[in-house]
Structures are given as C-alpha cells and as structure tokens.
C-alpha cells in the first residue's frame, strides 16, 4: 500500500545576514578653517564696505563693479566670503579693531568761546585745513554758510555745532569715516542730518543741533572724503 506522501512544508525563507561592512579607518571630523569659518559681523562687512568705497573713489572700480560687490558683502555669512570680495584691492585682509589703535588727537585746548560763523544777506564758508572748535554757532538769514570739516583738524572727539537758519542755507559737509547725528526741526522749512557712524569707535563725532524756518540745515559726508590718520590706521588694522 502506497503511503501517501505528505506534502513538504514550505520552507520559509531564512532572513539573510548582512555582510559586516569592511573595517575602515575611523573618519576624523571635517572642521571649517577658523578663520575663515568664523561669522561675519556687521563690523566685519562695514569695514569691508569702507575698502570698496574707498576704491571706488580711487578709480580703482567703476560704479557697477561697486555695486555688485557691495551686493556680495551684505550677503556673506562668514569672514571667508568677504576676504575673496577685496583681494584684489588695498588693504585686502580683515581683522578686528584693536583698542590701541584708537585715533589720535591734538592737544586739547581748555574750553573757550564758541567760533560763530554769521551770514545775513551774504555769505560765509569755512573750509580746508583748519582746527575745528568743540562748539561752532552758525546763523544765516537770507544767507548762506557752508562749514566743510574734510580736511578739518579735529582736537577732541566730540563737536558741536549750532545751525540756525531763517530764510537762509546751512550746510555741513563731513568726512566719511567719522561719526554724524543730528537734532532739529524745521518750520516750513528743511532739517536734515544724515546719521553716519564710524569704524573707528574713537572716531571724531559731529552733532548738528538747531531748526530752521523758511530755510535749510543739512549735513550730510562727502563722498570720496577722509580723515588721512583715520584711514592710515583703518589700512594698518586691515593690513596686520
């Protein structure tokens, strides 16, 4: 009698081991070059932003090369991508300001009267080298005053000038790498300070107070304009 053959079980398939991968040498961790890893500060762009203008106004780029590297400064993240924008240029490597390298001023004289500069009906300019007074009172009446600081010498840090202005013109023109701000108003008029602030902390700084009526107070940098110690001392700090 024939035994009935019982049909084999399926054979469930064995769940296959995984080769162990090859022993390779442990990988060291990859880490950014610190220097150039580290993250831009604000400081770090201006200070390159400083280097372009300063090129531009040396014809060394022309507007649009300007332009689009300034673009490229304010979107660098870190201290490498901002090096490769000014290699080319003067002054290409950056570093962080040092304290002693503040800038220096003349001998401080002991407070005075203030220097007064009076335009009614006429006009009155103050202008190249000459040593700016820690307060300058300015009044033009159907009149005009320049007061250019450029290539003024400053003997303290801070200077302040009073600008009046009645149917009149007021206008202060700066360096550009100093400090600006300004309070006023004006009643039917014009009152405008375009604040500025320098790289350099111990940079001079000027403050414009005043108000004009029917008229004009406006101060404002000059393009291309610089104190000569200041950049010197900027170029040095980069230059290190």
């Known amino acids: 009698m024939d035994l009935e053959k019982k049909p084999e079980p399926d054979m469930q398939p064995q769940p296959q081991r995984q080769a162990a991968p090859a022993e390779t040498g442990r990988a060291e961790p990859v880490f950014a070059d610190p220097p150039g890893g580290l993250r831009a500060s ?24 300007h332009a689009d590297r300034i673009d490229a400064v304010y979107r660098a993240k870190t201290v490498g991508e901002l090096e490769p924008i000014v290699r080319d240029l003067p002054g290409a490597r950056t570093a962080r300001p040092q304290p002693d390298s503040a800038y220096a001023y003349g001998p401080e004289e002991p407070d005075g009267p203030a220097d007064s500069l009076v335009a009614v009906f006429s006009s009155t300019t103050r202008k190249g080298r000459w040593r700016v007074g820690r307060k300058t009172n300015a009044f033009a009446l159907f009149g005009n005053i320049e007061i250019d600081l450029t290539e003024a010498i400053f003997a303290q840090r801070l200077t302040t000038i ?35 602030e320098g790289v350099d902390p111990q940079a001079p700084l000027v403050v414009i107070n005043g108000y004009s009526v029917f008229g004009n107070v406006e101060a404002r940098p000059k393009r291309g304009k610089w104190i000569t110690d200041l950049q010197d001392r900027l170029r040095k700090r980069i230059g290190d």
Not at 178 to 186: A, C, D, K, M, Y
């Open 162 to 196: 009073n600008a009046t202005s009645i149917f009149g013109n007021v206008e202060v023109r700066v360096p550009e790498n100093i400090s600006l701000r300004g309070s006023g108003s004006g009643i039917f008029g014009n009152f405008e300070v375009v604040t500025l």
């Open 42 to 65: 604000d400081a770090d762009r201006d200070r390159i932003a400083d280097i372009l203008r300063d090129a531009l106004a040396e014809g060394r780029l022309d507007a649009e090369e």
